[in-house]
Structure formats: structure tokens, C-alpha cells
């Protein structure tokens, strides 16, 4: 996202009641401009550091992946593929598996911390 769009929605989040914001190191995120509106409003930024994959969730997901599909050897490409989608279709019909490496406590508190509009798009 370009840095004005970004400003734009600090500024939404703002006035939603958002205090916090925890993101990437992202052009946008770190613009001077971004800041500036953040600053105005209050609203604190926190950014990741710059490699931080145990911030990450979906890394919990890939990590379970590879201990499902690494290892043996595959007659091909396909057959690989293959394996993979069997893994993804099992934790798919899983939920509370994937809930278990993605939710953690701190990710959990702060989304029932959310004012209940912004649910939505999560």
C-alpha cells in the first residue's frame, strides 16, 4: 500500500478506538508520513523486527507442512504436490489444530480486544 493509504487507515483505526498498531517493515508503514499522522493522533507504531518469523503465524503452518511432507523421497514433482495438499486438506478439516499453531495468547487477547466492528475483516 502506498503511504497516504496507509495514513488513511491509522487514521480509521484511530478513530475506532485503536491505540496500537504492530506491523512489518513494510515502505508504506515506515513512511516519515505515516508517522507524522500517527504521532498527531497518538496512535503508537510498533514494527517487527526485520526478520521475525516466530511473529509470524502462518510460519507455525508452513513448519507443520514441512514436518509432513519432508523427508522421503517423491517419484516426482506431482507426487510432492500431492503430499502437500494431503496435508493441507487435513488441517483444513482440522480447525482446532490450526487454531492451536496460529492463536496464540497474545494474538487471541488482542483480537477479542477489537471493537466488535472491526471483526469483520479478520
Known amino acids: 500500500m502506498k503511504k497516504e493509504a496507509v495514513a488513511e487507515q491509522v487514521k ?3 478513530k475506532a478506538g485503536v491505540q496500537a498498531v504492530v506491523w512489518d517493515r513494510s515502505g ?3 513512511s516519515l508520513h505515516v508517522r507524522d499522522v500517527a504521532q498527531q493522533l497518538g496512535v503508537k507504531l ?3 523486527p526485520p526478520y521475525a518469523p516466530e511473529l509470524n503465524p502462518a510460519e507455525r503452518v508452513f513448519e507443520e507442512l514441512r ?3 519432508e523427508g522421503p523421497l517423491y517419484a516426482d514433482l506431482n ?3 500431492a503430499a502437500v495438499e494431503t ?3 487435513q488441517l483444513a478439516a482440522d480447525p482446532q489444530r490450526v487454531k492451536s499453531l496460529t492463536a496464540w495468547r ?3 487477547q488482542a483480537y477479542d480486544a477489537l471493537p466488535s ?3 469483520a475483516f479478520l
Open 12 to 14: 480509521e483505526w484511530h
Open 28 to 30: 508504506g508503514h515506515r
Open 46 to 48: 510498533v514494527q517487527q
Open 67 to 69: 514436518r509432513a511432507v
Open 79 to 81: 507426487a510432492k504436490v
Open 87 to 89: 496435508a493441507l486438506l
Open 106 to 108: 497474545w494474538i487471541q
Open 117 to 119: 466492528s472491526n471483526t
